[in-house]
């Protein structure tokens, strides 16, 4: 059973291009977090989603950040017009259905997609 | 708003001796509180968690945290240190709360045992 997998490891992007990371959660999970780790910070909640639907998103940026996790397919976290201030690493977390807290307890990370905006 | 503190950026152990990296909360209800462990270039390990019931928690590669509500602290703990515990250490908080799915992290301790 394969982990939570994103992909790309390390991502480049210019100012003003566009970052798509993916995340592709464990088999069986429906639920799928976004954190972003900055230097010498913790991890920061960005959003919550489950298959086809934004649960919380009260960590994301007003601007120029979108999440989805469709139907088919891993879940994308997708960054317009990167800024500088955009480079951190982004990492993904599943866990399994909710409303039963005994299995849904802990979340399960991936390795992380390190962004560096030149 | 549920938050957690790390007060310590940095805990400098030797080999051998007993280690402790502290966290408290602050929820306003009963919380589920978590330890996770990064190393180098990787995502986070689960380690331990505290739900209910006892308040020492014992958790992955002999660590164990013991929930304190009165002082909302909930530490980190290993009798022996190794040189293979050094990593960066996240304490995390989440309110017993259905819908509220949303861990909280704090600032992360970096620990390193000194040969």
């Known amino acids: 059973n394969a982990g939570v997998m994103q992909n790309p490891r390390h991502l480049v992007r210019r100012r003003g291009q566009e970052a798509r990371l993916r995340c592709s959660p464990m088999k069986g999970h429906s639920h799928v977090y976004w954190y972003r780790q900055l230097p010498e910070e913790g991890l920061k909640f960005m959003v919550y989603?489950?298959?086809?639907?934004?649960?919380?998103e009260s960590g994301m940026p007003k601007e120029r950040f979108s999440a989805e996790f469709p139907k088919e397919g891993p879940s994308i976290l997708r960054i317009q017009q990167v800024v500088r201030g955009d480079s951190a690493a982004y990492f993904c977390?599943?866990?399994?259905?909710?409303?039963?807290?005994?299995?849904?307890?802990?979340?399960?990370f991936g390795s992380g997609t390190q962004l560096s905006v030149l | 708003a549920q938050s957690v503190a790390q007060p310590e950026d940095q805990v400098n152990v030797a080999e051998g001796n007993p280690l402790t990296v502290k966290c408290t909360y602050s929820?306003?209800?009963?919380?589920?509180l978590f330890w996770y462990v990064q190393y180098p270039n990787r995502g986070l390990q689960f380690l331990l968690k505290?739900?209910?019931?006892?308040?020492l928690v014992k958790g992955s590669y002999g660590f164990e945290a013991e929930f304190n509500k009165s002082q909302t602290s909930f530490h980190l703990k290993k009798p022996s240190a190794l040189v293979s515990d050094s990593a960066l250490y996240f304490c995390a908080v989440r309110e017993q709360n259905f819908g509220n799915e949303k861990l909280t992290f704090g600032t992360g301790t970096r620990l390193t045992i000194i040969p």
């Open positions: 989603l489950q298959k086809e639907n934004i649960i919380d």
């Open positions: 929820v306003s209800g009963n919380p589920y």
């Open positions: 977390a599943s866990s399994p259905n909710a409303g039963d807290f005994q299995t849904n307890e802990k979340l399960f």
């Open positions: 505290y739900i209910t019931g006892d308040n």
